[in-house]
Nanobody
Framework: QVHIAESGGGLVQPGGSLRLSCAVS????????ITWFRQAPGKQRESVAG???????RYAGSVKGRFTIVRDNSKNTVLLQMDNLEPDDTAVYYC??????????WGQGTSVTVSS
């Protein structure tokens, strides 16, 4: 069974930075595709950034150049470095792990608020 725990959210001023962490327990992390999603109040959940087992990344256009996703397979962790944050980045951020054997798993989310 896969368990996901996100951390690192908080309140930050526009232009600031935060680093979110996604810790994934279970035997299939090394083969899982990991995606960070976010859901702002009143909006649908959207994909922000994803990283494959081999380290290939993709980003939503709204965060490209500001967010960086990296994975550390030795620690079963995926980080989302968020720089130059904007008020529109305010949302609950969720980590998703998708693996052929374990299926799809979600964390409980971590809240990010960008406000002056």
């Amino acid at each position: 069974q896969v368990h996901i725990a996100e951390s690192g959210g908080g309140l930050v001023q526009p232009g600031g930075s935060l680093r979110l962490s996604c810790a994934v327990s279970g035997p299939t992390f090394a083969t899982a595709y990991i995606t960070w999603f976010r859901q702002a109040p009143g909006k649908q959940r959207e994909s922000v950034a994803g990283i494959s087992a081999s380290g290939v990344t993709r980003y939503a256009g709204s965060v490209k150049g500001r967010f960086t996703i990296v994975r550390d397979n030795s620690k079963n962790t995926v980080l989302l470095q968020m720089d130059n944050l904007e008020p529109d980045d305010t949302a609950v951020y969720y980590c998703n792990a998708n693996d052929r054997d374990s299926g799809t798993s979600w964390g409980q989310g971590t809240s990010v608020t960008v406000s002056s």
